[in-house]
């Protein structure tokens, strides 16, 4: 009988693992959970098995695992019978995320399971972090750290999040957030993660969009904190208090940040002037050099949200102030003397600023949003520098800023959803800057104004084709109006862009053709001018015009197995009127210019191809990625071959990263200034225990040396550069700890009840 009875638990412990649990969240199109909807599981057009939705809206499927499930049907009265088609796939968990039934036609969608905790439809990937993931996360960007997104690169150091070296817009619940707010998202808040990699239409600017889903907090508030230091001396600290009450949230956070570093550079700057009448060659040796830099950031954000619309309200304040000496020996090709160079300045800054946003979700499948900021800025800058022989001055030179600006930018953002399948969006935005300079450059004072007025207007259509192909349409028109110096430039150009996805088994394909504007600095297209050293001066280009480039870009991810994702990423980038920065000898001033100035010939090509390899489930995790850069410039070409790789090791808390990055070399293409740098080496071991993560890291534990060339026409500079714990022996430990307290009062009971409007289908 003992045995008997032991083969049954056997059986039944067998019979409990051989199944598929499959879990979604059924609303409808504006959010609003359906209760007791009906949802049913088909295998071909054999019926496997049925349930009803909660008091949440949700519902969990148990699928026999030899009936492959095919098909989810959903119903509820007043709505259109909702399906889902679930390519084949040997998951044991599907998480289908939010499913929001329509009231007019059918709605068809077809998705597949990546793995256990991935969804991917034709315009997005759907990650759904696991509790042992969570755990090792403190904020919103070591939480996307520790999902591993493929072709996803995070830097938990500075905060910085990118999708193949191209920009990610962050939103929280489809509203777009900044550095701070996803600082100080909590992780256990996190239901899912949605990765749009061809952008959305609502933010035609972006090229892929990141959303945080979040749960419903059923806490009252939360408390965090976030220090680190590191060896240079420097670092940073932050406090952040959240109140939730009903549909409100109420956030108050202060950070600060120092900077006590006395760098010790290992290197020598050569640059050679080529006079008409001679050629001096000046070579500068770096002395030790101190620097203290301090700042104060603070916000305040309300947040109201219901089903229907969202109100945000942000207040900040950002204060920063600096001091720097630099000492420097220089020796001259025309003087038999070595020269001792100090330069000292400083500067302050104040920066409040305010953001009004406000969405709602309108009837028929409607959408609106509208957002208006707002920023004043104030700062103060000094410099001046001192050259000595022995104790006797050769040459001094003093300069300083008085400078106030304001910055206004208005946004409205309209999209109808259409049958399902398409939508239309249109986006109106309208910036204004107005700076008001006060220069002192020995002893002499300039006044410079620059007024700039914005206004963009993009037109997004967006089409699906049985939820396999995407693709979307933009026509965007720029207007722009500068007054500077004294002068008034209008321009005026259309950017178009054409973006498609296709989404076929274990592969997608994304193809985009682009054009994008881009703004010159505004500093270099005033009429500024003032020196930088005895042989050098800057000049300000008020005739400096913004610019188109245009891209085209190919991504192919392929799940080859559960454990290997395969990517292939290309990018073709071109614009044929782009910034570049010039040093030629000026006859008139005597002295060797920069000035920035439109050129011509501008094309790179970027290949990035790779793989990401699950070596232990949820515990090790390999990447590795070979890279090719091609560019040209001004007729002048430059390419680079490089390699990365990363491993990874999560387990019980323990979280430990190394990665590398073999000698590479680089192009600023402003400056046409070539760049190469040693191999980079990075390490960091973390521990996660009780909402408490501690996290040591550390950089290059050897000698590092970083190189550059710059020829341009009569002035070469050629640069080599060590610096201790800033290029090389560089590391930092970070503590952080989040809890939260007391009971969210909500403002509607959710607990299950009988819904009697259900018998009645709305007229």
Request: charged share 25%.
């Amino acid at each position: 009988m003992k045995y008997i009875f032991i083969h049954i638990l056997f059986l039944t412990a067998s019979i409990a693992k051989a199944q598929t649990i499959i879990e979604g969240h059924v609303t409808d199109d504006k959010k609003n959970d359906l209760i007791k909807a009906t949802v049913r599981c088909y295998s071909g057009n054999m019926y496997i098995c049925g349930t009803t939705t909660n008091s949440k809206g949700e519902f969990k499927l148990e699928v026999p695992e030899k009936k492959n499930a095919g098909k989810i049907n959903i119903n509820y009265i007043g709505y259109k019978e909702t399906a889902i088609t679930i390519n084949p796939t040997d998951e044991k968990h599907i998480r289908l995320g939010d499913i929001a039934m329509g009231t007019d036609d059918t709605q068809l969608q077809e998705v597949t399971v990546l793995s256990s905790n991935r969804i991917r439809t034709e315009d997005k990937t759907m990650i759904f972090p696991t509790k042992d993931e969570i755990r090792h996360a403190y904020d919103g960007y070591s939480a996307l750290d520790v999902v591993r997104i493929p072709g996803l690169n995070v830097n938990t150091f500075n905060s910085t999040v990118a999708y193949h070296n191209q920009d990610v817009l962050l939103c929280i619940d489809g509203r777009q957030v900044s550095k701070d707010e996803v600082q100080d998202l909590n992780p256990k808040d996190i239901k899912r993660i949605d990765l749009y990699t061809q952008g959305t239409p609502e933010y035609p600017d972006a090229y892929a969009v990141l959303d945080y889903i979040l749960k419903e907090r059923d806490y009252a508030g939360s408390v965090a904190f976030n220090a680190l230091h590191n060896n240079r001396p420097n670092g940073n600290g932050k406090a952040t208090v959240q109140y939730f009450e009903g549909k409100s949230e109420f956030t108050v956070s202060a950070s600060g940040s120092y900077n006590h570093f006395t760098k010790h550079d290992e290197g020598v700057n050569t640059t050679t002037y080529h006079f008409p009448e001679e050629t001096i060659t000046r070579t500068d040796y770096k002395l030790p050099s101190p620097s203290d830099d301090n700042s104060f950031n603070t916000y305040a954000n309300y947040l109201y949200k219901d089903k229907k619309q969202n109100l945000h309200a942000s207040l900040r304040f950002n204060r920063k102030s600096g001091e720097t000496d630099t000492y420097n020996k220089q020796t001259y090709s025309n003087i038999p003397a070595t020269l001792t160079r100090q330069e000292h300045s400083n500067s302050q800054s104040i920066s409040p600023s305010m953001k009004l946003q406000y969405s709602i979700s309108l009837p028929h499948k409607q959408r609106l949003r509208i957002e208006a900021y707002g920023s004043y800025g104030n700062n103060h800058y000094n410099r001046w520098y001192e050259s000595r022989t022995d104790e006797t001055v050769t040459s001094s030179y003093g300069n300083g800023t008085l400078e106030d600006s304001y910055y206004m930018n208005a946004t409205a953002n309209y999209t109808k959803t259409i049958n399902k399948k398409s939508s239309l969006n249109l986006t109106i935005n309208h910036n204004r800057t107005h700076t008001e300079d006060e220069n002192m450059r020995n002893g002499t004072t300039h006044n410079l104004t620059l007024n700039k007025n914005n206004t963009k207007v993009n037109l997004t259509y967006k089409y699906s084709i049985r939820k396999k192909f995407s693709i979307q349409a933009n026509l965007a028109g720029y207007m722009t109006n500068i007054t500077t110096g004294g002068k008034e430039t209008d321009d005026f150009f259309f950017v178009p862009y054409l973006r498609m996805t296709w989404m076929l088994k274990k592969h997608t394909l994304n193809l985009s053709a682009t054009s994008r504007s881009h703004e010159a600095s505004n500093s270099n297209r005033t009429g500024d001018e003032y020196r930088i050293n005895e042989y050098e001066m800057f000049v300000g280009n008020p005739e400096l015009k913004d610019y188109v480039s245009y891209n085209a870009t190919l991504n192919h991810d392929w799940e080859i197995s559960k454990r290997i994702t395969w990517i292939d990423y290309l990018v073709l980038r071109t614009s044929p009127n782009s910034d570049f920065k010039t040093i030629r000898y000026d006859n008139e001033r005597g002295t060797f210019v920069n000035k920035t100035i439109n050129i011509k010939k501008n094309w790179s090509l970027h290949y990035e191809t790779g793989f990401d390899y699950e070596i232990i489930p949820n515990t090790i995790y390999m990447r590795a990625l070979f890279l090719g850069y091609w560019s040209d410039l001004n007729d002048k070409m430059h390419n680079d071959i490089y390699v990365a790789g990363s491993l990874r090791f999560q387990h019980k808390g323990w979280r430990a990263w190394i990665g590398c990055i073999s000698p590479t070399k680089g192009w600023d293409y402003l400056s046409g200034k070539r760049r190469k740098q040693s191999a980079q080496l990075d390490m960091n071991l973390s521990y996660s225990i009780n909402n408490w993560n501690i996290g040591i890291a550390y950089s290059n534990p050897f000698k590092t040396t970083a190189r550059s060339t710059l020829v341009n026409g009569e002035y070469e500079q050629y640069t080599s550069s060590r610096i201790p714990r800033i290029t090389d022996n560089y590391g930092y430990i970070r503590i952080s700890h989040r809890f939260t307290f007391g009971k969210k009062k909500h403002k509607f009971d959710t607990t299950e009840v009988e819904d009697v409007n259900q018998t009645t289908i709305s007229q």
